[in-house]
């Protein structure tokens, strides 16, 4: 397996995986291994997790969208939390670690492109996503009013009046109350009950301009 012979075969792609190789040159998989490890400290590889790799900017001629690499460093996922909040706008603060709820176990990824963290959540509550973004260039996020309930439930504590007002939430029109109100059923979580009451009574304050939330 020569270098030259993989960027043909993977320079169009953002990233790749160690079974591509060892399949496409027919190579045993700690061979593939050992020379992707040279190449890594020569600079020609970049590590983006156990088995996943990506070719340094000057070989690879297809972009790294980091929230795209989001979905494909484990799957299944999709993006959410703070990390969405941001994304819609909901929030002031520009996020840069990428929070992404899974049904498998939690876990961190750290590479050039980001820090991944990955929060493990029940099967009934991983609804309420979708794709957004243009071509293959397309990742799973969760819809505003999922991204609320995602935070909330990850993260401890009642989440009090005082607490919510500490987020400094924006564009509270975005939320659908319906759909927020649908989605909270499925949680069957009192605390979680809670919290969206307490949000939903502020959005409607900030929204008649008597509150700013």
């Given at each position: ?16 995986d ?39 900017d ?18 299944p ?41 990955y ?95």
């Open positions: 397996m020569r270098f030259e012979e993989v960027i043909k075969l993977v320079g169009a792609m953002p990233y790749f160690l079974a591509l190789l060892a399949q496409a040159f027919d190579d045993r998989r700690e061979s593939v291994r050992v020379q992707l490890s040279r190449w890594m400290k020569q600079g020609k590889v970049i590590g983006l997790r156990r088995g996943m790799y990506a070719l340094s000057t070989y690879r001629r297809a972009p790294v969208i980091p929230a795209v690499l989001a979905n494909a460093l484990y799957r996922s999709y993006l959410s939390g703070l990390w969405a909040l941001g994304h819609y706008d909901l929030i002031p603060e520009r996020v840069v670690r990428f929070t992404s709820v899974t049904s498998r176990v939690p876990r961190r990824f750290e590479n050039p492109f980001g820090v991944f963290d929060r493990n959540i029940k099967q009934d509550c991983f609804f309420g996503f979708a794709p957004v973004g243009t071509g293959k260039q397309r990742f799973l996020v969760a819809e505003p009013e999922k991204a609320l309930l995602d935070h909330w439930h990850l993260t401890e504590g009642e989440w009090t009046p005082e607490r919510l007002d500490e987020m400094r939430y924006q564009h509270v029109a975005r939320v659908d109350a319906e759909r927020l109100k649908l989605y909270i059923k499925r949680f069957r979580s009192p605390r979680l009950d809670r919290a969206a009451r307490r949000w939903l009574e502020l959005a409607a304050l900030a929204e008649e301009g008597t509150v700013t939330l």
